[in-house]
């Protein structure tokens, strides 16, 4: 490895708002690692093999997308000219990355589960997945169409193809995969670093706009992304700005306003509605084919992921607040703003009222949900568990805006998407194993540690100096 090499893998250590979530992340879960040893030294239970596999896996992907973000930035002809032979140099060590994850998947899948092929092999099923989901972002969809779709898949061709692959051997299915998909990321890596041209620079500004929305660098964040044929998912917010502007409207729904798009919940809600119904229509089908453990389990991650709007409603408009400072600005030298005294209560109470009612919409959408599927109204610990789990995410609205860092960090959003995923199934799973846990106690723990950190954050924020125009005070 050359000096340039080293620059370039260094790249992932210059990001430093990716790099510190991505260093906190790896200690923790070589602490969740250290635990499980300790405890299998010792023959007791810890959290299990697979959750730690999928984590330190997850990790490993995650300081693999920290450098192919900035790796597909660099491969411009300006770089080049300084970097001979950039492009091949991008493209060796993005190989290098992935080729190390997917390694150090099948080396876990060893240790953890006695099965190092199968691990490998998925190992490389997901990295060449990310590489393509890079260049396709409609690929992002993939894993959740297919745990839609599992739902629906009959459990006999399943055990069918269990079995012949059992028949064929772990060794060639592993030999063989790997040389397929071997080619396919080579097509994948190719794809990913193009060779100049018409077509990948049209492609190339596109990601990079992405990039510049994810990073707050741009304000067009609205649903349609400035295609003026989706300009149509525009309209309930532009009825709700009209009716806002006039005189006599609520301070608080027109300061909100300059929070940007991300405020408006009645996109959420109606994601929330339309969701419920779907949902309710699916639990009713899966409930008449009469397996009534795969019916809770679906009707429970249909619910997870409805109550999944509040924590993208209060992680979104926590971060992206920043982007319309100069909104914020405006709004403060405008008569419609509070007083200062009691600007930072308008502001909070209102985005908090905003949060709650998404939640509770939600959370009677999920009952609805176990209604339609049983037949009959009965509030389920797993239910109400689900709910109150939510509910801390409300606190991420009340913080100090005027602090706040001029680029989000989405490591982080994704970290805490996937744990709250994980959460969601591994409670789902302990709810199916263990039917006594005592969920609703828990629930209310949750419920009444929200109400304490939001009464402490209201009166600390409350009393605070006014929190926009936002990351005006930041370092």
């Not at 409670?427 to 609703?440: E, H, M, S, T, V």
Request: hydrophobic letters at 55%; aromatic letters at 10%; one cysteine or more.
């Amino acid at each position: 490895m050359n000096a340039a090499d080293r620059q370039l893998l260094l790249q992932v250590v210059y990001d430093r708002a990716g790099r510190g979530t991505l260093v906190r992340l790896s200690w923790f879960i070589g602490f969740l690692g250290l635990v499980q040893l300790i405890s299998k030294h010792f023959n007791q239970p810890a959290f299990g093999e697979v959750p730690l596999l999928f984590l330190s896996s997850c990790l490993a992907y995650l300081w693999c997308g920290a450098f192919v973000k900035n790796a597909i930035q660099q491969n411009s002809p300006s770089n080049a000219v300084l970097v001979p032979g950039l492009r091949r140099r991008l493209m060796r060590m993005t190989v290098y990355f992935y080729v190390a994850a997917t390694l150090l998947t099948g080396v876990l899948s060893w240790l953890l589960l006695d099965r190092p092929s199968y691990g490998l092999l998925l190992g490389a099923v997901f990295s060449v997945y990310v590489l393509y989901a890079q260049r396709h972002s409609g690929l992002n969809f993939l894993p959740v169409a297919v745990i839609i779709a599992s739902t629906w898949v009959s459990r006999h061709p399943v055990d069918e193809l269990l079995a012949a692959v059992d028949r064929i051997g772990e060794l060639p299915i592993t030999v063989i995969g790997l040389l397929l998909l071997a080619l396919m990321g080579w097509h994948a890596v190719h794809m990913l670093f193009l060779h100049g041209g018409d077509r990948h620079w049209a492609w190339h500004h596109r990601h990079i706009r992405q990039l510049a929305r994810a990073n707050g660098r741009t304000v067009n964040t609205a649903p349609g992304c400035g295609l003026r044929w989706l300009a149509w998912l525009r309209t309930p917010y532009n009825l709700a700005l009209r009716a806002d502007s006039r005189r006599g409207a609520g301070r608080g729904r027109q300061m909100l306003h300059s929070l940007g798009l991300p405020a408006y919940d009645g996109g959420a809600i109606g994601y929330a509605l339309v969701s419920a119904v779907v949902m309710a229509l699916v639990g009713r089908y899966v409930a008449s084919k009469g397996d009534v453990v795969v019916t809770m389990i679906c009707s429970t991650m249909m619910q997870g992921m409805l109550m999944m709007s509040v924590l993208i409603y209060a992680a979104t408009v926590a971060s992206q607040a920043v982007r319309y400072g100069g909104e914020q600005g405006l709004f403060r030298l405008s008569p419609a703003a509070p007083a200062t005294g009691q600007f930072n209560r308008v502001l909070l109470g209102t985005l908090l009222f905003r949060c709650l009612r998404l939640w509770l919409i939600s959370a009677v959408a999920a009952i609805a949900i176990d209604a339609a599927v049983l037949g009959q109204f009965e509030l389920r610990g797993i239910t109400y568990a689900l709910a109150m789990l939510m509910l801390p995410f409300s606190v991420m609205l009340l913080r100090d805006y005027a602090s706040a860092a001029a680029q989000p960090n989405t490591v982080l959003t994704v970290a805490t998407t996937t744990l709250v995923v994980l959460a969601y199934i591994a409670l789902a799973g302990l709810d199916q194993k263990y039917p006594g846990l005592p969920l609703f106690w828990l629930g209310s723990i949750v419920w009444a540690a929200t109400a304490v950190t939001l009464v402490l954050r209201w009166r600390r924020w409350g009393a605070a100096p006014v929190l926009l125009p936002a990351g005006r005070l930041a370092a």
